[in-house]
């Protein structure tokens, strides 16, 4: 049996698991944790006092990615201004090719910004939030890490 203190970090597979002290991982840093007993190789890191649980391992070469840094990257979409709120329906006959121009003029890109871990190895990166590559999306072959729910306690 384990002891609970308030500031302990627990992570969740099908259960939750306890890590230690959530006061183990920095900000800014990642902490490597080994879950024996299901094979897990995990890195935790805080960012901007948020806690994040991702697999250690980069897909790429196995690089430890507790052991890379981290940095806020932009994630990027197109929103059209004039069809925010509002389906895309294109009626082609009604709509001229000028319109159709000051539509995309009309498209803002809204850029939020959040924390990814570069890989020590070869640089690969990842967004701690969602595991996803940020070169590269999945639909183009982009590559992911495992990510799992964390919580302090």
């Given at each position: 049996?384990?002891?609970?203190?308030?500031?302990?970090?627990?992570?969740?597979?099908?259960?939750?698991?306890k890590l230690?002290?959530?006061s183990d991982v920095k900000?800014?840093?990642?902490?490597?944790y080994s879950i024996t007993e299901q094979d897990l190789e995990i890195a935790?890191?805080?960012?901007?006092?948020?806690l994040y649980?991702?697999?250690?391992?980069?897909?790429?070469?196995?690089?430890?990615?507790?052991?890379?840094d981290i940095e806020d990257m932009p994630v990027t979409c197109s929103i059209s201004k004039s069809n925010k709120g509002r389906n895309d329906f294109v009626d082609e006959d009604a709509e001229t090719q000028d319109e159709r121009e000051?539509?995309?003029e009309d498209e803002d890109e809204e850029t939020e910004e959040k924390p990814a871990v570069i890989c020590p190895w070869h640089g690969w990166t990842f967004?701690?939030?969602n595991g996803e590559q940020v070169d590269v999306p999945q639909e183009e072959g982009g590559e992911k890490v495992k990510v799992y729910e964390v919580k302090a306690k």
């Open positions: 049996t384990t002891s609970m203190s308030q500031d302990d970090a627990f992570i969740t597979t099908l259960q939750w698991i230690g002290p959530e900000e800014g840093r990642g902490t490597p935790v890191f805080r960012s901007n006092g948020k649980a991702i697999g250690d391992t980069c897909p790429h070469a196995g690089g430890p990615l507790n052991a890379g000051e539509e995309e967004f701690l939030h």
